[in-house]
């Protein structure tokens, strides 16, 4: 698989039901958070700091984990804190620090 393609597979399961999965590559995304660090581009207000950046895969993947939907995700601060302070995650910071 090349970096940064998506790809689903879907399969059937004895009961009759369709479980997809995808996989990706992340490199790419990797590389542009590191980049952004290195250059110390987290935006010109220290309120107001580019803190990371993550592929919809990963959000897709915590509101799963977490049994929410993208509007409650979008509503509530404290999950994009949970993601951003997740040392699972760290590689797409861009600022240093918590949240």
Known sequence: MDKGQIQETWAEN???LVIQRKQTGLADHIDYCQARANEG???PDKDFKLRASFPAILVEHYLQQHS???QEFMK???HARRMVNDPD???FRIAP???
């Open 14 to 16: 004895s009961e009759g």
């Open 41 to 43: 581009f987290h935006g």
């Open 68 to 70: 929410i939907t993208l």
């Open 76 to 78: 509530n601060p404290e």
């Open 89 to 91: 995650l760290a590689y």
């Open 97 to 99: 620090g918590t949240m």
